[in-house]
């Protein structure tokens, strides 16, 4: 359920650049291996036959506004907007989780003040949506939308309920692995990026084909979240941190254009 996305990346800064009639400098993005991000093209993953571009993609040309503004101002976030388990008037069913970590660019700098938004399903693996409609039950406690800005170093928290598996008829007995929706944007509107966050030994790894459209196996590692025990609250909620690298050798691998999954 994520919208389109254009795929950019964090600046290289040191000079070098290409050169504008003024003197100024824009910084230069940095490719990625072709093997982190999955492609717009994915047999397996049914829908990606439907929108997958039949045509070569139009490479649009940097401009200074892809790293200037507008900015989102400290004051968009809700004070219970990183909290799921807040947001209404009783408390959801299900394990409470605690999700951390930093955001990062490909040269491990931190990203201050940057939205991250999450989405996804309740713990019985229903989302509050009108076209998700498989017979598990609705939560009223819970609507599953969360949003927070990074701080000074990059760090980001959450709150939230452990997402439940879901059938979603891809292929036959096809079910999603438990998964959280983050959307990252960067340092400017046009670097949106959208990812998935699974958790630590799910059985359904082997038969999912969103998680293994990712081809190489390291990257495929990165969208897996870390018990964290020392996050973890007694007698309150597990922790788990997942870090999101932007751009680089070690990067989050982010999903190519609209995925309703």
Sequence with gaps: MTT??????????????????????????RHDDPDTHPPMLFPDYGSTNLRAPKQPLALLPQRLTEVTGPL???GRPGDLDHDLTR?????????????????LDGNGRPIPHTLVEIWQPN????????????PAPLDPNFTGVGRTLTDAE??????????????????????????????????????????????????LFFQDPVFNSVRDPLARERLISRYDHSVT????????EFDLVLRGREATPFEDGDDDD
């Design 123 to 134: 713990a019985a693996g229903r989302y509050r949506h009108v076209n998700d409609n498989w």
């Design 4 to 29: 389109e996305h254009i795929r950019s990346a964090e600046p290289d800064l040191p000079a070098g650049g290409p050169a504008r009639p003024s003197g100024l400098v824009l910084p230069r993005y």
């Design 87 to 103: 947001q209404h008037a009783g408390e959801p069913q299900g394990q409470r989780i605690i999700v951390h970590g930093r955001v």
């Design 72 to 74: 989102l101002g400290a």
């Design 233 to 240: 609250e007694p007698e309150w909620a597990l922790g788990f």
């Design 154 to 203: 990059g760090h980001y928290r959450f709150v939230t309920i452990q997402p439940g598996a879901y059938p979603w008829r891809n292929h036959p007995n096809a079910w999603r692995p438990a998964h959280i929706h983050f959307s990252l944007f960067g340092q400017a509107f046009t670097q949106r990026l959208v990812t998935q966050m699974y958790f630590p030994g799910d059985p």
